[in-house]
């Protein structure tokens, strides 16, 4: 389980979460794990290509192979303060409890505008 930090949720042109995770070998710095949909130019891309793109600082960038990692679920639970979010090639346990109550109250109204048109599994947000 990945201990976050901090989240911040941003809404305009992009649809942005990002959890600041704690890095591995250094527990005193983070790593960004960033959830990503851009709906006004969406209708551009292929079908295949349209959703939420995760991206995460440890793992090989795989827009780098010309594909992005989609979003498949979220599933947040309130009372066991995590986050499970698992994508095309990945799976991410999250604890949040660490987390101020207001940041926790953004990612969710993020994560419901990032879910239009059902473009993934969503519980608990």
């Known amino acids: 389980m990945e201990q ?6 941003e809404t305009g042109t ?3 979460v ?3 995770v704690r890095k ?3 527990p005193e710095e983070i790593e960004s794990l960033t959830l990503l ?7 551009l891309l292929p079908p295949e290509e349209r959703g939420v793109s995760v991206s995460f600082e440890r793992l090989a960038d795989p827009e780098e ?5 989609l979003l498949v679920a979220a599933r947040y639970d309130r ?17 949040v409890s660490k ?3 207001g940041e926790l109250d953004d990612m969710c109204k993020v994560m419901r505008r990032m879910n239009r048109g059902a473009a993934f599994l969503l519980t608990g947000f």
């Open 4 to 9: 976050v930090w901090f989240i911040t949720a």
């Open 65 to 69: 192979f010309g594909r992005k990692d």
């Open 99 to 101: 987390v101020d109550a």
């Open 37 to 43: 949909r851009t709906p006004k130019y969406e209708h």
């Open 79 to 95: 009372e066991g303060e995590t986050v499970h979010l698992t994508t095309q090639e990945h799976s991410f346990d999250l604890d």
């Open 24 to 26: 591995l070998d250094y």
């Open 14 to 16: 992009d649809l942005i």
């Open 18 to 20: 990002s959890f600041a």
